[in-house]
């Protein structure tokens, strides 16, 4: 799949995020399982598609030798601070993966806030296509 196939999605993935944001409320969450799979996993997609567009970016353009995900992020030549943003949800990334036993449903809901930040870095990332 290339760049534009997986922009593609994250759009698609963050407008059915934001849907669920506008019409689930936290105590849904807390009394219905399937909203809470709903955001981890579409959460958890999100995060590993830009995971994938920034890793083939700095492997296409030569930005360095990344030895982590949040180094693939991080040579890219976007904003720093969203950057750091984005950085930053490889560790959600991480903890919807490994933590799936038990994940604060606040927290959960909480994250559905920073929506914008994906589609900032899309919008970043569409100067390399």
Not at 20 to 34: A, G, P, V, Y
Not at 98 to 127: P, R
Request: aromatic share 10%; net charge negative; hydrophobic share 40%.
């Amino acid at each position: 799949m290339g760049l534009t196939e997986k922009l593609k999605l994250l759009e698609e993935n963050i407008r059915i995020l934001k849907d669920i944001k506008k019409n689930i409320t936290l105590e849904d969450i807390k009394s219905n399982k399937r909203y809470e799979w709903e955001i981890r996993y579409g959460l958890l997609e999100s995060i590993q598609i830009v995971i994938d567009i920034a890793c083939k970016v700095a492997s296409e353009y030569n930005l360095g030798n990344p030895k982590t995900y949040r180094a693939c992020i991080e040579l890219l030549q976007i904003d720093y601070t969203l950057a750091q943003k984005i950085a930053g949800m490889v560790g959600l990334r991480n903890l919807l993966i490994h933590e799936y036993i038990k994940i604060d449903e606040e927290k959960l809901y909480q994250f559905l806030e920073n929506l914008d930040n994906f589609v900032e870095f899309a919008m970043q990332i569409e100067k390399y296509l």
